[in-house]
């Protein structure tokens, strides 16, 4: 997996780790991007990585652009000998999946789907050949999700499905993006989940909501005082299926100041996971849970 060098303008570096996501190029990207930061090297002003790239922007008048590059190359060559180990965490993001308000929202924007016919989660459960929606919710949540980047829209986790590579879900965006998505929304697009961090404009196919705030630039969120961004590239997400009483204790627990989502520390070892995926995932459960 060799990394394919950009210069974009006079001050960026853009470093594409590999034309498709999977988690050997996140794990490479995270690696060069990290690298980067402990290198500390002079001109460097800031480092943005993503899914299976990343962006280092530079002042040319205190590194010239080749000497940038061959910095970069060189911790690609040390990257590629680290082992795919990191410190992380797992946790458990409630979901209320067909809910109201995504629902009301995805009625209003059915002329820009490709299924005018068919709710969002209607459609996924087609397009993956599930038997019904429920089989599909069951799917979404059953495994858990890599936290590849935290970005785009503040806060905005994109996680990618820790399954075999023919058991990912798929499903394309609308046809055309809708104007408005609720809040902390559950959203679905290509290979990724994500949680709409603040409502707005979006065109992810929208499956459910959470209760759980993941963005509070107020920073008066118990669990987000330290950081106004829950998410960490890294992170594993474990979605729990919750029905309209659980959301609505859920959201009161937010508001009273009470809620805790559950949280634990995990090394994640790349290797280990690929030799047995479904073992693995069972060992990450456990330990959320505290086994």
Same mark, same amino acid.
């Given at each position: #997996? ?18 498709? #996501?999977? /988690? ?81 929202? +995805? ?9 005018? $016919? ?10 993956? $050949? ?16 890599? =936290?590849?980047? =935290? ?7 994109? #996680? ?14 609308? +046809? ?7 809040? +902390? ?31 509070? @630039? ?11 961004? &829950?998410? $960490? @590239?890294?992170?594993?997400?474990? &979605? ?25 520390? =995990?090394?994640?070892? /790349? ?15 456990? #330990?959320?849970?505290? $086994?």
């Amino acid at each position: #997996m060799e990394a394919r060098y950009t210069f974009g303008g006079d001050e960026h570096l853009f470093v594409e780790c590999s034309e498709e #996501m999977s /988690l050997e190029a996140f794990f490479k990207s995270l690696s060069m991007s990290r690298g980067v930061r402990e290198a500390g090297i002079k001109g460097v002003t800031e480092i943005c990585p993503a899914n299976a790239s990343m962006q280092v922007k530079f002042n040319p008048d205190i590194i010239k652009p080749n000497d940038i590059l061959a910095e970069v190359k060189a911790i690609e060559t040390a990257a590629e000998k680290t082992e795919p180990v990191i410190d992380t965490r797992i946790v458990e993001i409630p979901v209320f999946y067909n809910d109201p308000w995504t629902h009301e929202t +995805l009625m209003r924007f059915r002329e820009r789907h490709q299924d005018p $016919n068919a709710t969002d989660l209607e459609y996924a459960a087609r397009i993956n $050949n599930f038997a019904s929606v429920d089989a599909f919710i069951g799917a979404h949540s059953e495994s858990p999700w890599f =936290v590849s980047m =935290v970005g785009f829209v503040s806060g905005l986790p994109f #996680m990618y499905q820790m399954v075999e590579r023919q058991r990912q879900i798929q499903v394309p965006k609308y +046809l055309r993006p809708r104007t408005d998505t609720p809040k +902390l929304a559950v959203g679905y697009g290509g290979c990724f989940s994500c949680i709409y961090s603040v409502r707005g404009a979006g065109g992810y196919q929208m499956f459910g909501i959470t209760p759980m705030p993941i963005f509070d @630039p107020t920073q008066t969120t118990s669990y987000l005082r330290d950081f106004m961004v &829950f998410f $960490n @590239p890294g992170d594993i997400v474990k &979605f729990k299926p919750i029905d309209r009483a659980a959301y609505d204790q859920a959201v009161a627990d937010v508001e009273a100041g009470r809620f805790t989502p559950p949280i634990s520390k =995990v090394r994640f070892d /790349l290797h280990e996971f690929q030799s047995d995926i479904g073992g693995y995932n069972l060992k990450l459960e456990g #330990m959320l849970n505290g $086994n």
